[in-house]
């Protein structure tokens, strides 16, 4: 994916560290870095440095920003003009919401029943169009793209599309930047976009750095996709980390098979724990974040992985959460 064939919309490869750089440069006008932070306790706690990547510190509260800005800014002028669409469990609307806005252009939003309110009074405060259809996010993308054909806009694919993984990858970049060092990732795992791209990133850098995939217990489609060796459809369930849920696409293009070539080890975490590292990083840290982006700090307190390396980054990916269910979430940690 270069420079000379973004603009036509064309793409017949897999994402390399090049669109990476590409994907960087492009979105420079609405990406900020955010900071890789010290995590004096849980490091404490496993005898090693714990470093946590603060996704939920962007303008719109999650990484997802990364993939949306790099995928509607290579887009054609008229493309623009038409509008954008997209499905999601939620931060990826609100990351192709705000970017639309930044930019003046029409976005259209498709979620389903099961999208925390709080999510869809977000992206309807940034001016997107929110159409509630389905009760999973492979029925709303279905609606979606429905749409996308009869009105002409371009869908913004949450995770399985070449710049939204070139994009997600920046933050790879920015990690091997703050803490050259780092032997092991943990990031959340749900259709696999920032997993490919960040892990993409850092092996391009050293292939010896371990990246560890987190989800939930229940609703886990790509980690049983992986284990059945081709993508598979399976029900939704309630989670605190519910903005991994959603399936991977039978027709999956990119992230099945990026994922299983970058990702060295994929775990799978129960509720009590994501519901500790939330408090966790609330104790600690005085910041809010959503059960996803707790995950991979959930693992680590609730030693859920092997052995670790000496210098640990684990990706805090949104801060998208209603304070109640927060509340209800940890009240029994935070004492």
Not at 296 to 304: P, S, Y
Request: charged content about 20%.
């Amino acid at each position: 994916m270069s420079d000379n064939v973004e603009n036509k919309g064309i793409y017949a490869g897999i994402p390399d560290i090049i669109d990476v750089w590409n994907a960087r440069r492009r979105s420079s006008q609405i990406i900020r870095k955010t900071p890789l932070i010290h995590s004096f306790e849980v490091s404490e706690q496993l005898g090693t440095n714990v470093f946590l990547k603060m996704e939920n510190l962007h303008q719109m509260g999650a990484f997802k920003i990364r993939g949306a800005a790099s995928k509607i800014l290579s887009l054609t002028a008229e493309q623009q003009e038409r509008g954008v669409a997209t499905y999601s469990t939620g931060n990826h609307g609100i990351a192709v919401s705000y970017v639309a806005k930044q930019l003046n252009i029409p976005a259209f939003v498709f979620v389903s029943e099961r999208v925390p309110e709080a999510k869809i009074n977000s992206l309807r405060r940034l001016g997107a169009t929110v159409m509630v259809k389905g009760n999973s996010q492979d029925e709303a993308g279905e609606n979606c793209y429905k749409a996308a054909r009869e009105e002409g806009y371009t869908v913004v694919e949450p995770f399985d599309d070449p710049y939204v993984i070139a994009g997600q990858g920046t933050m790879g970049l920015e990690i091997l930047e703050d803490l050259p060092s780092v032997d092991t990732v943990i990031i959340p795992l749900s259709g696999g976009g920032l997993l490919s791209g960040v892990a993409m990133a850092l092996k391009s850098s050293n292939p010896g750095i371990r990246v560890i995939g987190a989800s939930m217990e229940q609703g886990a489609v790509m980690y049983h996709s992986l284990k059945a060796g081709k993508p598979v459809v399976m029900d939704e369930a309630d989670t605190l980390a519910d903005s991994l849920l959603g399936g991977i696409g039978i027709n999956n293009q990119y992230t099945f098979s990026m994922v299983r070539k970058f990702m060295d080890e994929a775990v799978l975490i129960p509720e009590e724990d994501i519901a500790k590292g939330m408090a966790y990083i609330m104790k600690n840290h005085k910041m809010i974040v959503e059960g996803a982006a707790a995950i991979g700090v959930g693992a680590l307190l609730g030693r859920k992985l092997g052995s670790l390396g000496k210098n640990v980054a684990v990706v805090v990916s949104g801060n998208n959460v209603d304070i109640a269910s927060f509340l209800r979430a940890v009240k029994e940690y935070l004492v």
